[in-house]
């Protein structure tokens, strides 16, 4: 059954024109990365959720929770690419489009040149007065820019903030050309990340590669089980 299917994956992704690749947090996981909406603080006794801690409102009003929070839940900056990384990094400079929810930068530094960081990139770092650009050392040092007292940030899109017009823009026409598209990673929860499947061509086909089947599963063939395995028995 799951040879079947995976035959019939390995067929469309040689036949296919242009693939768009969705991922999510359950890629980064075999880097070593956890998924931080599986975690939240406590500050003070009191236990805060990641959406609430992610937001705009906690980096400008409790800056110091909201830096411990990415520093000790986040940033993993000696993670490696894994091998779903490296084989959709193969596949995309071929033909393809990869948009990611992750923002530990993994694809990138998989060699990936058709990468768009739907939720930003946490090694993007820059003061919120001044703009000016940081290194992971340097935040991991101090939060406040020493020169203009600004806070620096991360640029990830925080609860509360919208996501980038351009890339949502990029994404949408990818989505729109391709006629495979491949999720992995992601139970596709998160939106707007979640909608873009709403774009796609009526005679595109999709796979979802996850451990737990998607919350939409209309129209989608599922291969329920560990992305890694599964990857590792495809060719690219
Ligand atoms: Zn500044």
Not at 34 to 51: F, H, L, N, Q, T
């Amino acid at each position: 059954m799951l040879k079947d299917k995976l035959t019939q994956l390995q067929n469309e992704i040689a036949s296919a024109k242009h693939i768009t690749y969705l991922t999510g947090a359950g890629v980064s996981t075999h880097s070593g990365i956890p998924d931080y909406r599986s975690k939240g603080g406590i500050y003070d006794g009191v236990a805060m959720p990641p959406e609430q801690i992610l937001s705009d409102d906690t980096l400008y009003n409790a800056p110091e929770q909201f830096h411990d929070f990415v520093m000790n839940n986040m940033y993993f900056p000696n993670a490696k690419p894994n091998l779903i990384h490296n084989k959709i990094a193969q596949s995309c400079n071929k033909n393809g489009q990869l948009i990611t929810q992750n923002v530990d930068g993994l694809d990138k530094k998989a060699g990936n040149q058709h990468v768009i960081e739907f939720h930003g990139n946490l090694y993007d770092i820059f003061c919120t007065k001044c703009q000016k650009s940081f290194t992971y050392d340097e935040y991991k040092s101090s939060y406040i820019h020493q020169q203009d007292q600004g806070i620096i940030r991360p640029g990830i899109v925080l609860y509360g903030e919208a996501i980038d017009q351009t890339k949502l823009m990029q994404s949408v026409n990818a989505i729109q050309n391709s006629n495979l598209i491949i999720i992995c990673g992601t139970s596709f929860v998160v939106y707007p990340f979640a909608q873009l499947l709403t774009y796609r061509n009526p005679s595109a086909r999709v796979w979802a590669i996850n451990k737990t089947p998607l919350a939409q599963d209309a129209g989608i063939n599922a291969i329920i089980g560990d992305a890694l395995d599964v990857f590792s028995q495809l060719e690219f």
